[in-house]
């Protein structure tokens, strides 16, 4: 195996022992998501109809902030020495930011499989046709968040405010995944063609993985 | 003396614009409200330059390391943050009597502008968070270089997305407007460059006093730490 | 090796306002440990930080196996410093043993030099326990373990002897051993005089961020 997807795959799979083991991710995040769903019906007239439609657009507003928390979280935890060590190993950056959006990728897929049935359950919306067909939608998401929430976590690690900031930068830049997961779910229910907005998906993710790596070596510099 | 040409200029060019916006024959369709997008348009072109220009300089930041770069690229995106507001307000003054609403979220146009008006706010907010010099201007560098992918997207937002916001009015090959609307808006857009030029100026200079003023201490770190004055023990 | 080790000439270190080291010169040559002693606030641990690559000088020149400090040069040697900290480098979550393998995996040293140096520092039988629940000193042995799976050609340590006993000094032998069989160097932080005499060739005095 190559010296970089060696020292990718190594970092993400200390990422995924280490939330595996902490468990804060998935042992907080998701249950806090999880209340989201909840809480939201009961802040309206609880009309089934209003609550069906508002399915979809709590479930985005839901993976949307509670996943930019899980993926921040790895570069949240991160001291300054375990910073140095992978510097001086000679951690190559662009190797870092491909593990990170590894590890993080899978987490936010399981997030998001998992907040499904909740949502069914709590709001009831129309059955989609041929639900496996957004599933490419949900991969494309769950790495563009992936890599937005690993590039944010970057940009603000040490910071006194990073909690606030580090969203603050990544939210804005999310929309045209939110836009291309939800209107590919949309175009699903409909019965229609859900290739603009794959395309959409699929150039923001490529857009974010150039900056990931043409980034990578001067934020480096930031974590010593 | 560029210091105090450079505003008067601009102040010139400011009445200059509104006497031709004001003078220009009302649109068929829009009225007088047409004069709005005078400056609505030139802001929203300005903003784009602002913040090309603080893409450009970060990138000078970060192959030279000079702050003078750093000074220029945060100047340029405050300035750019201020045009983008204008923009959004001017727009949305715009659109309730042409429109009907001061918001509709089906424009692509208006929900980009306004993202990208946030983009900037972070990048703001980014730098009054970094306390060391060279980390901010670091980390402001990078994703100035980032966040202007923004601006294309929300310039060719009208293309690829059918919104309520009229298409490109001029394109390379040709321009669909009267000619003395055309040359309202060119004039104002010449207007808000100069105010855009003395507002750079004016900041990046104040970039510099900011840093000349700050108290560079003498003494060491570590001479501050004195031997204790606590008894020993028997 | 015949070129210093480290050359450091009038560097200068500033966070913001504030000068932190001023003027220093440091030189270590091929096969040499120098010793760095200072109060608290003295720039010891800046210090060793622009020696490991990881603080910029503001002022000043030098270079560390070879690269120039502040270019990207530095990038080519980094795998060839060790260094171990005021704080362990360690992920509470993983095991001491898991700690070393993921080290060793990123390094591209084969993982089952994990378990042996593992062993060599006396931790065999805590090699499957979290590091967060391990003491101090073991995260510390962790360090060193490290150092000795990978060889560097520098070493440096920060607060050398602190969490330590004295029977763990001989794990800092060994690696000061090695290293300078190998022609490399050492720099060597401490407040424990005695104990730092006794492992260098000389010792560095620093007051308020210059050398006396």
Redesign the interface.
Known sequence: MS?FW??AL??AK?DL??EG??GEGIGIVLPVGALAIFVVPLATSGSASLLADLAAPVYWLVTLLFGMQLALRQTATE????R????????DPVARFVGRTLSASLLLLGLQLVLIPLVILFYEPEPVPAPVRILPALVLYSVGLAMLGT?AGD??VG????TA?AP??A???A??LVMGASQSLISVSQGDGILTWTLLLVATDL?LAV?GV??AR??E??A? | MTKRILPVLAGLALVAGLLVALSSPPDVLQGDFVRILYIHVANAWLAFLAFGVTAAASIGW?VTRRAGYDRVAASSAEIGVLFTAVTLFTGMIWGKPIWGTFWDWGDARM?STA??F??Y??YL??RR??PDRV?RA??S???G???V?QVP?VYFSVVLWRTLHQGLTIRPDSVQMEPEMLTALLVNVGAFSVLYLALLVARVRLARLEEATEVHEEAPAGSAVTAPRLETGP | MTEPIVELRRIGVRFGTVPVLVDVDLSIAPGEIVGIAGPNGSGKTTLLGVV?T???PSSGTGSVLGAALGTDDV?RI??R???S???????P??SLV?NLR??A????VPTDAADRVLADVGLAAAADR?AGRSSHGMQRRIDLARMLMLEPDLVLLDEAHAGLDKDAEVIIDAILRRVRARGGGGLLVSHDAGRLARQVDRVLRIEAGATV
């Open positions: 010296r060696r020292q190594g970092v200390r022992l280490v083991r902490a001291t300054v020495p375990q140095r060590l992978l510097v001086l190993l000679g951690l590039l940009l603000t910071l006194r405010t990073r900031l603050m930068l939210a804005p830049l929309v045209p857009a900056a043409v980034t001067p934020l510099e930031t010593t | 970060l929900a993202l990208m946030f983009v706010l972070g907010a980014l968070a970094t980390a670091r980390r560098a990078i994703l270089v980032i966040a992918v997207l | 490991a990881l603080i910029r990038r980094r795998p410093i060790g260094l900290g005021h704080e362990p480098a360690v992920y979550e993983l898991e993921f080290v995996r990123i390094a591209g979290p």
